[in-house]
């Protein structure tokens, strides 16, 4: 098993700036991809952005220039700028390794306009 730990959500008022951080742990072999997701109220949960082993990157068309994601080791990161409203979600930390996903417990990010 691998846990997850995330933390840096918060209230943030329009055009601030937060800064996730999720750090994986327990059975680790060989991690391919880490990455953020989010899901705000009445909607599906949707990719933010990803990272791989190799340090590759992809992310959401609409987050991209103001959302980047970074990773050391086992820990990876979302620097989150411009935050806007929409924004508004609760972010999850997921690690995809030897076939199997893996999910933080989420962490909230309110912003307020």
């Known amino acids: 098993q691998v846990q997850l730990v995330e933390s840096g959500g918060g209230l943030v008022q329009a055009g601030g700036s937060l800064r996730l951080s999720c750090a994986a742990s327990g059975n680790i072999f060989s991690i391919n991809v880490m990455g953020w997701y989010r899901q705000a109220p009445g909607k599906q949960r949707e990719l933010v952005a990803v990272?791989?082993?190799?340090?590759s990157t992809n992310y959401a068309d609409s987050l991209k220039g103001r959302f980047t994601i970074s990773r050391d080791k086992n820990t990876v990161y979302l620097q989150m700028n411009s935050l806007k409203p929409e924004d508004t979600a609760v972010y999850y930390c997921n690690v995809f390794q030897r076939g199997t996903n893996y999910w933080g417990q989420g962490t909230q990010v309110t912003v307020s306009s």
């Open positions: 990272i791989t082993s190799g340090g």
